[in-house]
């Protein structure tokens, strides 16, 4: 398949960071603010039509391919590049999507994350009024602080999104839903994997949720599931870690420690996102639609890509340090269990993208 190399590259997405040339007192890489982003995408769009969530979702997805190649490019200069000379920004995605062929084989799966759906005017508006959203968060945050350094990023950003003119009603809409969910969205920001272990290349639990989306989407493509499954997979994969901003990042050895561990911490999961949503009444009628989703992110068909997924993202991550030079022997312990792991449970043949990440990983 070619994706083992893939996944691997796609990794630089927690290192390529956001707002790099500014002070920062919360540093959001490219996977944080693409979670965010997503996650408000989700719940704007998701009482609209379904093919059009899954465009959008698909749009988040391919969106930031060509940043493996580019790194990333701040709003601003992007803007002015565009002003200056739309045609060659076009050539510079167009080159970045050539150079993405060395990493990919499947001729289909090149074709679908190399284009972008169109969307009709006012879906369009509301997709780059969701950018912005995400951009004026993590502007917001880090304003607290540095203000000096932030005032004309913020200024430029609130001008855009008046330019806009979105429809009124849908702007308080967005807007009621980046309330409700920005608390979690930095929760999951700050809470770390592999917490207990000096990391090389850290990676947020909004970063991993965005990868195991992304990576499931992928999958997803190279199985050719219809929409139905689809939904189940993008849905379970984005929020398989939804109540760790509660919990906190229990580990699942540890909920395997002990018989019925396991069951007592989903429930108190269960209580926990069923308690935020109450007291957060824009977004309480969604979540409880997906609270299945959400809960039991590994059950059935769709749980078995979102599980596939979760692994290959812990794999990935175990790559990354070992690549690094951590000298830490427990992420080679844990690559080789994660590996046993998942050829166990897919529900399709991985071994070629294993045999790929290891290869690559110890070469």
């Given at each position: 398949m070619g994706l083992g190399k893939f996944f691997?590259?796609?990794?630089?997405?927690?290192?390529?960071?956001r707002w790099s040339n500014l002070p920062a007192i919360v540093r959001?890489?490219?996977?944080?603010?693409s979670f965010s982003n997503a996650m408000l995408g989700y719940f704007t769009f998701y009482e609209e039509d379904r093919n059009d969530l899954l465009k959008l979702m698909h749009n988040k997805i391919v969106e930031n391919i060509p940043k493996i190649i580019l790194s990333d490019i701040p709003l601003n200069t992007k803007k002015k590049i565009i002003e200056k000379d739309s045609n060659v920004w076009n050539q510079v995605l167009d080159k970045s999507k050539e150079e993405l062929k060395g990493f990919i084989e499947d001729e289909n799966i090149q074709k679908s994350i190399t284009k972008e759906y169109?969307?009709?005017?006012?879906?369009?508006?509301?997709?780059?009024?969701?950018?912005?959203?995400t951009a004026k968060n993590e502007i917001d945050i880090n304003k607290r602080v540095f203000e000096e350094f932030y005032n004309e990023p913020d200024l430029e950003n609130e001008k855009t999104l008046h330019n806009l003119n979105l429809k009124q009603d849908l702007k308080e809409k967005i807007d009621?839903?980046?309330?409700?969910?920005?608390?979690?969205?930095?929760?999951?920001?700050?809470?770390?994997?592999w917490n207990k272990m000096h990391r090389n290349i850290n990676s947020s639990v909004s970063a991993h949720s965005y990868y195991v989306?992304?990576?499931?989407?992928?999958?997803?493509?190279?199985?050719?599931?219809?929409?139905?499954?689809?939904?189940?997979i993008i849905?379970?994969?984005?929020?398989?870690?939804?109540p760790e901003a509660f919990t906190g990042d229990v580990i699942s050895p540890t909920k395997r420690k002990v018989k019925k561990l396991d069951g007592i911490i989903t429930q108190i999961e269960k209580?926990?996102?069923?308690?935020?949503?109450l007291k957060n009444k824009h977004v309480n009628n969604v979540v409880n639609d997906i609270l299945p989703l959400i809960i039991n992110p590994f059950k059935g068909e769709y749980g078995r890509f979102v599980r596939t997924a979760d692994l290959l993202s812990a794999l990935i991550e175990c790559s990354n340090e070992i690549r690094s030079g951590n000298s830490n022997e427990n992420f080679r312990k844990a690559f080789f269990g994660l590996k046993t792991e998942m050829k166990d449970i897919t529900p399709?043949?991985?071994y070629s993208i294993i045999d790929e990440i290891e290869y690559n990983t110890f070469k």
């Amino acid at each position: 398949m070619g994706l083992g190399k893939f996944f691997i590259k796609m990794s630089d997405l927690f290192t390529i960071y956001r707002w790099s040339n500014l002070p920062a007192i919360v540093r959001f890489n490219e996977a944080d603010s693409s979670f965010s982003n997503a996650m408000l995408g989700y719940f704007t769009f998701y009482e609209e039509d379904r093919n059009d969530l899954l465009k959008l979702m698909h749009n988040k997805i391919v969106e930031n391919i060509p940043k493996i190649i580019l790194s990333d490019i701040p709003l601003n200069t992007k803007k002015k590049i565009i002003e200056k000379d739309s045609n060659v920004w076009n050539q510079v995605l167009d080159k970045s999507k050539e150079e993405l062929k060395g990493f990919i084989e499947d001729e289909n799966i090149q074709k679908s994350i190399t284009k972008e759906y169109e969307l009709n005017d006012t879906l369009l508006k509301t997709e780059k009024y969701l950018r912005l959203i995400t951009a004026k968060n993590e502007i917001d945050i880090n304003k607290r602080v540095f203000e000096e350094f932030y005032n004309e990023p913020d200024l430029e950003n609130e001008k855009t999104l008046h330019n806009l003119n979105l429809k009124q009603d849908l702007k308080e809409k967005i807007d009621d839903y980046n309330q409700s969910l920005f608390d979690i969205l930095i929760k999951l920001t700050h809470l770390k994997r592999w917490n207990k272990m000096h990391r090389n290349i850290n990676s947020s639990v909004s970063a991993h949720s965005y990868y195991v989306m992304f990576t499931a989407y992928i999958l997803s493509i190279s199985q050719n599931v219809d929409n139905d499954l689809l939904f189940k997979i993008i849905t379970s994969s984005l929020f398989h870690d939804l109540p760790e901003a509660f919990t906190g990042d229990v580990i699942s050895p540890t909920k395997r420690k002990v018989k019925k561990l396991d069951g007592i911490i989903t429930q108190i999961e269960k209580d926990y996102v069923l308690n935020w949503a109450l007291k957060n009444k824009h977004v309480n009628n969604v979540v409880n639609d997906i609270l299945p989703l959400i809960i039991n992110p590994f059950k059935g068909e769709y749980g078995r890509f979102v599980r596939t997924a979760d692994l290959l993202s812990a794999l990935i991550e175990c790559s990354n340090e070992i690549r690094s030079g951590n000298s830490n022997e427990n992420f080679r312990k844990a690559f080789f269990g994660l590996k046993t792991e998942m050829k166990d449970i897919t529900p399709f043949d991985v071994y070629s993208i294993i045999d790929e990440i290891e290869y690559n990983t110890f070469k």
